[in-house]
């Protein structure tokens, strides 16, 4: 009667849901329950990796079949197949090193929790000096790929995941293509690190900018949704200089474009003679 309570107890505790993911890491080359739930009580042996491998490629429907057995439910799986990989006595801190410094150049207010590395294969030792080679736009997201080249040429591949916070800036209203960003129209928040199609803007953009396109309320604005902000309006009135020795002459113009910093535009003066300048500030230009 006690035995049954126990059974009884045992299956209600256990029976929750558990997604399983495409790939674990292991200590030993006994996998285990809490291999794959961290939490399993009594630890059950589940398959062994063989003596000369260090890797087992398991049916994603086999594991689930018996992982129900001991009443641990799966309801999701990205994979039709599970790899368990033997983890590398090896020390990754370098790696962790050069891979934050590559993403604290991009985000220098980048809040670190923790950096997972892993070799996409068994390693027994690294060299002394190598370099971390990162795809151009591996710092939009959080995890990835990266590799590193030994002595001889040979290049290991590893899988990272970097767990952090940071601030975005995102749009407090609704803007329009034209519109100055700054602090009045954005909002300053604190998000999780994911992914980004684009560098999101910093302080740095902010009132030195315009929005590129119209912007929906809440969109997080990144630099391809910014261009520099125009300093000479369309229609507007701009003082012209002209110097010429130690002779300075100005006079005002009306604007036919608009127009950055050192952008060229054309002006028209009060006689209608149209001229040619560059801008050298907000609505001061200087004869071409």
Do not use: C, W
């Amino acid at each position: 009667m006690l035995q049954k309570i126990f059974l009884l107890l045992f299956f209600t505790i256990h029976l929750f849901s558990y997604e399983l993911h495409s790939v674990y890491y292991v200590d030993s080359k006994n996998i285990q329950v809490q291999d794959i739930i961290p939490n399993a009580k009594p630890n059950i042996s589940l398959y062994t990796i063989n003596q000369h491998k260090y890797t087992k490629k398991i049916k994603t429907k086999d594991l689930i079949a018996l992982l129900s057995q001991y009443a641990y439910k799966i309801t999701k799986s990205s994979s039709r197949y599970i790899r368990f990989i033997q983890k590398s006595p090896i020390d990754t801190s370098n790696i962790k090193s050069q891979l934050i410094e590559n993403y604290k150049e991009h985000y220098p207010d980048l809040k670190i929790n923790s950096v997972l590395i892993m070799p996409r294969g068994f390693v027994k030792s690294l060299a002394k000096k190598f370099q971390v080679s990162l795809n151009k736009k591996a710092y939009l997201s959080k995890k990835g790929t990266l590799s590193i080249k030994t002595i001889d040429n040979k290049k290991l591949f590893f899988d990272y995941l970097i767990d952090a916070n940071l601030y975005v800036y995102t749009s407090k209203r609704k803007l329009h293509r034209g519109d100055r960003v700054s602090t009045l129209n954005t909002i300053k928040k604190n998000i999780v690190f994911d992914k980004f199609r684009a560098l999101p803007i910093n302080i740095s953009h902010l009132n030195t900018s315009q929005a590129k396109r119209n912007l929906k309320v809440g969109k997080i604005l990144t630099i391809r949704d910014i261009q520099s902000l125009d300093l000479v309006k369309k229609n507007a009135h701009v003082s012209v200089s002209l110097k010429n020795g130690n002779i300075n002459i100005s006079f005002f113009a009306k604007a036919l474009q608009n127009g950055k910093l050192q952008d060229i535009i054309t002006v028209q003066k009060n006689n209608r003679q149209k001229i040619r300048v560059r801008i050298i500030g907000k609505n001061m230009v200087e004869l071409k």
